[in-house]
T-cell receptor
């Protein structure tokens, strides 16, 4: 089955700096890569996703890149703010319920 | 529009007790899921239901049973709770008639087994 590895497990950045979280996947059939943000004690919520026919997608301060050849994808957050502090999960899916999550990255933005 | 609603939000059980976690969604989604979340292990799929009347095992199904009562409701049952089942349980739903759609999560049930 699919295996998704996520790094780093914790990340501290100064407010205004950029943060990058990286994930690798093993199943070449995976073609959908969502990212979820989970604030302390809250539900995971989708922040951005990318499909395999696209190499990069951006939404304001958040961007995701995908390298299908290398089987890795990354989340980039620019101009970080304290409200970006949360746990971020990557995931990979080959469709129809086959979603595998990474183990999460705890991002701390220091004011 | 409530989205995905889980009950209860918190529960403490003794080893060997049984319990059912409830989940309901009002988005008319076909697919529903149960995950458990443990520190450092991300979200692991317990069971899922692709549509009303069908259920399938996920990554960690042992010790659990599920029922897809109708299109809206998907329940998770612990028949004989064990301390290893102490976790946060999330229910989710998605519209999988359209390939590769995001999952929508409930607020979670925090379950402690003593």
């Amino acid at each position: 089955g699919e295996n998704v590895e996520q790094h780093p497990s914790t990340l501290s950045v100064q407010e205004g700096d950029s943060a990058v979280i990286k994930c690798t996947y093993s199943d070449s059939a995976s073609n959908y890569f969502p990212w979820y943000k989970q604030e302390l004690g809250k539900r995971p919520q989708l922040i951005i996703d990318i499909r395999s026919n696209v190499g990069e997608k951006k939404d304001q301060r958040i961007a995701v890149t995908l390298n299908k050849t290398a089987k890795h994808f990354s989340l980039h957050i620019t101009e970080t703010q304290p409200e970006d502090s949360a746990v971020y999960f990557c995931a990979a899916s080959s469709g129809y319920q086959k979603v595998t999550f990474g183990t999460g990255t705890k991002l701390q933005v220091i004011p | 529009n409530a989205g995905v609603t889980q009950t209860p939000k918190f529960q403490v059980l003794k080893t060997g007790q049984s319990m059912t976690l409830q989940c309901a969604q009002d988005m008319n989604h076909n697919s529903m899921y149960w995950y458990r979340q443990d520190p450092g292990m991300g979200l692991r799929l317990i069971y899922y239901s692709a549509s009303e009347g069908t259920t399938d095992k996920g990554e960690v199904p042992n010790g659990y049973n599920v029922s897809r009562l109708n299109k809206r409701e998907f329940s998770l049952r612990l028949e004989s709770a064990a301390p290893s089942q102490t976790s946060v349980y999330f229910c989710a739903s998605s519209e999988e008639r359209i390939l590769n759609q995001p999952q929508h999560f409930g607020d979670g049930t925090r379950l402690s087994i003593l």
